[in-house]
């Protein structure tokens, strides 16, 4: 082999274009070989290698898998090395050890579910907003899974044998990893992603094998050892607050469908509400809830697609008591995330509210009251970093203009969101009223798969060529 062919295979398998499903750039690689998309898809989004120490093959494999593949690969491979079926006619125990996931690969599927992708588009249109741009955004910044009109209120959490972890980033800027040619420095945008990780327990999150705690199928393999366990979760109080401003955008305020009677207060603002048509309360609650639980589950799938690109076991379910999982089982033994909560007068279930100083829900006691909350959303929309600042940066020909054009928020705006946000809080002792103020649903389990019990029970598709290759590719 002759020194330029040497220089151009080794440029071949450091830079390769990111397909569809990966981190957000490049194009879907179906069909097209490793030269081709070198060279044809080079300005689509590049993914560059070379800085990945001991640059693992099972890396490049995944750089290049196909989308199409992905999806329908996508299978809920529950046996890890280590894990045990004790009795039935899949009774199986595997002969290997658990094996916990790699640094780069925790990273890689991490910055999957959870990760900064550049700059939000924002909305760039409305008719009945001109001559502004609507103001619905949380965020300046895009991730990995889309957000109801770029609300962007969900967080994420996750553990391992070696402890429990918060992973922020809903209020991430684009990272400096990405260039403007659109290169993307693959290691820096781990790196910067890694450097925002707070540890904030040690070992394992406990979640015990019992009814109470986890459904019974997955007593076997859910937070096994050496798995990772991905949690989202949403502060879906934040979540109505956004609403309740995009219907006031609108002319829309909301009534106690439950007590079946208007909001008091809200008469003074009927120049910016229409009194007679309101929304019921609990239908604007239901509504949001649903979106969240899009938000939650669109990000665990995410990472259930990469899991195919890089030969791990794992799944998405919602099979673990969400209240054990953030802490409010009651069980002293199972802290969870240590979330706080109450148990409020005749409701059954605990009303969680966020983490202190981790994750802190919009609604009392975490802001002294419902207008502070409204005003941290307006502060988050339009103050340093926000979306609507004129100073953050941006994709924009004229950034500085476009964020500056959005349609403003005043006191009086405050004041109506408020009067409703109060009125619930204090007619039903929270916020919201029907619906949790902190919400986890979906989790995301990632592991190294035994192929020994699938090559046991089931006929050639039980898994993809990027798990039977995963222990030479990634070792």
């Known amino acids: 082999m002759s020194p330029h062919e040497v220089k151009t295979r080794f440029g071949t398998s450091r830079r390769k274009v990111l397909g569809a499903s990966m981190l957000g750039a490049g194009t879907m690689l179906a069909g097209i070989g490793a030269s081709a998309a070198g060279a044809t898809l080079k300005s689509k989004g590049n993914i560059l290698l070379n800085r990945v120490p001991d640059l693992p093959k099972g890396l490049v494999d995944a750089v290049n898998f196909p989308l199409i593949e992905a999806i329908h690969g996508r299978r809920s491979r529950r046996f890890a090395r280590g894990a045990s079926i004790s009795d039935g006619p899949l009774a ?9 996931l790699s640094e780069l690969e925790q990273m890689l599927l991490l910055t999957t579910v959870a990760g900064n992708t550049g700059w939000s588009n924002l909305i760039p249109h409305n008719p009945n907003y001109l001559p ?40 991430m800027p684009a990272t400096s990893a990405t260039k403007p040619n659109g290169d993307t420095d693959l290691k820096a945008y781990l790196d910067a992603h890694k ?25 076997w393999c859910a937070n096994v050892p050496g798995s990772t366990m991905i949690f989202p979760v949403a502060d879906l109080a934040q979540h109505i607050i956004m609403a309740l401003c995009y ?14 009677r208007p909001i008091p207060g809200l008469e003074k603002f009927k120049h910016l509400v229409d009194l007679e048509n309101p929304y019921p309360m609990t239908f604007v609650e239901q509504v949001s809830a649903n979106e969240v639980t899009v938000e939650l589950s669109c990000s665990c799938y995410a990472g259930a697609l990469m899991l195919q690109a890089m030969g791990l076991g794992g799944w998405m379910y919602d099979g673990l008591n969400p209240f054990s999982v ?12 240590g979330f706080r909560f109450d148990m409020l007068p005749d409701q059954p279930l605990p009303h969680v509210t966020g983490l202190e100083g981790i994750l802190e829900g919009h609604c009392q006691p975490h802001f002294k009251d419902m207008r502070a909350a409204v005003e941290s959303v307006v502060e988050r929309k339009f103050g340093k970093g926000g979306p609507f600042n004129s100073n953050t940066p941006g994709h924009y020909k004229e950034t500085d203009a ?41 989790y995301l389990q990632a592991h190294k798969l035994d192929t020994g019990f699938y090559d046991t029970y089931f006929d050639h598709s039980a898994y993809l060529k990027t ?9």
Request: net charge negative; hydrophobic share 35%; charged share 20%.
């Open 402 to 442: 476009v964020r500056r054009s959005a349609a403003p928020i005043n006191d009086e705006f405050v004041d109506c969101v408020a009067t409703m946000a109060q009125y619930v809080q204090d007619t039903f002792g929270r916020f919201p009223a029907k619906v949790p103020a902190i919400l986890t649903l979906m």
């Open 247 to 260: 219907f006031v955008q609108g002319g829309v305020c909301i009534y106690d469908d439950i007590n079946n």
């Open 195 to 219: 450097s925002r990780i707070v540890k904030i327990a040690d070992g394992r999150l406990n979640i015990p094998t019992r009814p109470e705690h986890m459904e019974m199928h997955n007593e």
């Open 92 to 100: 199986y125990t595997s002969k290997q050890k658990p094996e916990a």
């Open 132 to 171: 502004h741009i609507p103001n619905y955004a949380g965020a300046a910044g895009g991730r990995t899974f889309p957000s109801c009109a770029g609300f962007q209120i969900t967080e994420f959490f996750y553990t391992d044998d070696k402890g429990v972890y918060f992973l922020p980033t809903r209020d």
């Open 467 to 475: 798990h039977a290759d995963h222990q030479k590719n990634w070792s």
């Open 326 to 337: 953030l802490g409010a089982s009651g069980d002293p033994d199972v802290p969870g995330l």
